[in-house]
């Protein structure tokens, strides 16, 4: 690697709006964002599953041949 053209890597705090704090590494030393995996509804298991029984059917019917 070329010397003195990359940015400095080093430890890095991750804080949420909800209040949860990751410590990891990065280029940037503090960082700030809106949703973790904490409070994310994917990851706390709140999600809404989409019911998508019968799209195959009104795709079918809407296509269908005439």
């Known amino acids: 690697m070329k010397k003195d053209i990359h940015p400095k ?3 890095a705090t ?3 709006a909800c209040g949860n704090v990751i410590q990891t590494n990065a280029t940037v030393k503090e960082m700030t964002v809106n949703t973790c ?3 994310h509804p994917y990851f706390t298991g ?7 029984e019968g799209r195959v059917e009104q ?3 809407r ?4």
């Open 9 to 11: 890597y080093g430890k």
């Open 14 to 16: 991750i804080t949420c």
């Open 37 to 39: 995996s904490a409070c």
């Open 46 to 52: 709140q999600a809404a599953f989409l019911d998508t």
């Open 59 to 61: 795709f079918k019917k």
């Open 63 to 66: 296509y269908a041949k005439k």
